[in-house]
């Protein structure tokens, strides 16, 4: 499909230049040409001038005299030049059409290449989450499908049947909203709102909300971030705090630590999350952030729910915030997550 685009938008480019060409050229040479006839005129115009005065050459009673040969302009040269001058103009065109057909595909590609990759990145999305939407779907359809073939069908094993049921509608649910978070973040239509915050007092809402998270594997959070003052969004920057710190929750073994940490500079302030748990593989951290991901290695050792799209939301409001992620990580040491955050922004956030 794209590749029909690029040639037919090339065809335009190409026709477009031509025409410009083309048009260019036929003016050019009508000028030119009209220059080199003035050229003749205005010789022979100067040459009838200045022969009078020269009385041995001419007899004055005569009024049928002619011009010498030897004082006119070819006519034969004329023509010959006005030839060469369509040959030259033919050519340069011809070359232009070469060019432009050459530039005009490479400028085709350019200008096609962002909306590839956004039909691309939209066929992924529609992929992907129809196959994070199946298993729920499928399980939920399943259990129902058993339960309903069952004639002794008893109250207590419908009750558990809907409470199973119930579960499955949650995790759509859970799921669903994701991804009109990531949608939301993705689009960066409607630009956030910035207010002046204090990084301990955003830090330590983020934590009071995953601490029963974090008491159920007897896993002290540690935070010693600073109290420093910085422009962002909080709501948005709360929820990537948690994103970060549920996921070195889960997958840290009990009675382990996440560590809080932070530095500020001029310009940027730094917030370090470190876990001690699995860690993560070097060729699975480039993927990381991406829709849907999970680490192999997390899915054979660790059976959480989920559907790997935290991790490609807290990037998204981080990106939001003009800001970067970095991840340094030893496998079944641990991982830290840096957070780069600038000090000021814009009334709005893009």
């Known amino acids: 499909m794209f590749r029909s685009a690029r040639i037919k938008l090339t065809a335009w480019y190409v026709l477009i230049i031509m025409l410009v060409s083309i048009s260019f050229s036929v003016a050019m040479y009508r000028v030119l040409a009209s220059e080199l006839n003035r050229v003749e005129t205005m010789h022979r115009l100067r040459i009838e001038r200045r022969l009078p005065e020269r009385s041995w050459d001419i007899p004055p009673s005569d009024d049928k005299y002619e011009l010498p040969v030897s004082f006119m302009l070819d006519p034969n040269l004329i023509e010959e030049a ?6 030259m103009l033919a050519v340069i065109n011809f070359a232009i059409f070469g060019a432009s057909a050459a530039a005009g595909y490479f400028l085709a590609g350019k200008t096609l290449a962002p909306i590839k990759e956004m039909v691309d990145e939209q066929c ?4 992907d989450a129809s196959h994070e939407l199946r298993t729920p ?46 949608t939301q973040y993705q689009k960066g239509n409607n630009g956030l709102m910035v207010s002046s915050l204090s990084l301990a007092e955003v830090v330590d809402e983020a934590v009071r909300k995953v601490t029963s998270l974090a008491k159920k ?3 002290e959070i540690v935070n010693r971030v600073g109290d420093f003052s910085f422009a962002g969004n909080r709501p948005t920057l709360v929820e990537m705090l948690i994103i970060f710190l549920d996921n070195a929750i889960k997958y840290s073994p009990e009675r382990s630590k996440v560590n809080l940490n932070s530095e500020k500079t001029d310009s940027q302030i730094l917030i370090h999350i470190a876990d001690q748990g699995i ?41 939001r915030h003009h800001g970067l992620i970095k991840v340094r990580s030893i496998p079944n040491k641990g ?6 955050i600038p000090v000021k922004h814009p009334r709005k956030l893009i």
């Open 124 to 127: 992924r999305f529609i992929t």
């Open 279 to 319: 860690g993560i593989d070097a060729q699975d951290i480039a993927h990381l952030f991406d829709r849907f991901y999970r680490a192999d290695k997390s899915r054979a050792k660790y059976d959480l729910p989920g559907y790997g799209l935290g991790l490609a939301i807290a990037k998204q409001i981080i990106e």
């Open 335 to 340: 991982t830290t997550f840096t957070i780069q």
């Open 137 to 182: 779907l499928t399980a939920l359809k399943s259990e129902i499908e058993v339960h309903l073939r069952d004639k002794k069908l008893t109250l207590s094993q419908a009750k558990k049947l809907l409470a199973s049921n119930l579960e499955e509608v949650n995790n759509l649910q859970i799921l669903s909203d994701d991804l009109i978070k990531l």
């Open 82 to 87: 006005k030839n060469r001058l369509k040959v």
């Open 217 to 219: 594997k007897k896993i």
